[in-house]
């Protein structure tokens, strides 16, 4: 897959998670399947995708979303 092509996939989730809060834990789910595609092509992935990655890690964590 094209790295624009993913650019975009993930630009979308993003979109997806403004504007369907209720399935943020789902869209999360995605993004980092996306993020895990760019890992598995061997791409750094963008220092925000990072920090977003985390933040979405955080926001579950306090919101009771893992044991």
Same mark, same amino acid.
């Given at each position: 897959m094209a790295l624009? =092509?993913?650019k975009a996939q993930i630009g979308f989730l993003m979109q997806q998670? #403004?504007?369907q809060p209720q399935d943020a834990h789902e869209v999360q789910e995605r993004l980092r399947e996306k993020?895990? =595609?760019?890992r598995a092509m061997g791409m750094?992935?963008?220092d925000d995708? #990072?920090?977003l990655e985390k933040k979405l890690d955080a926001g579950?964590?306090?919101a009771?979303?893992?044991a």
């Open positions: 624009e =092509e993913l998670m #403004v504007d993020l895990n =595609e760019f750094p992935l963008p995708l #990072v920090e579950f964590d306090t009771g979303g893992k």
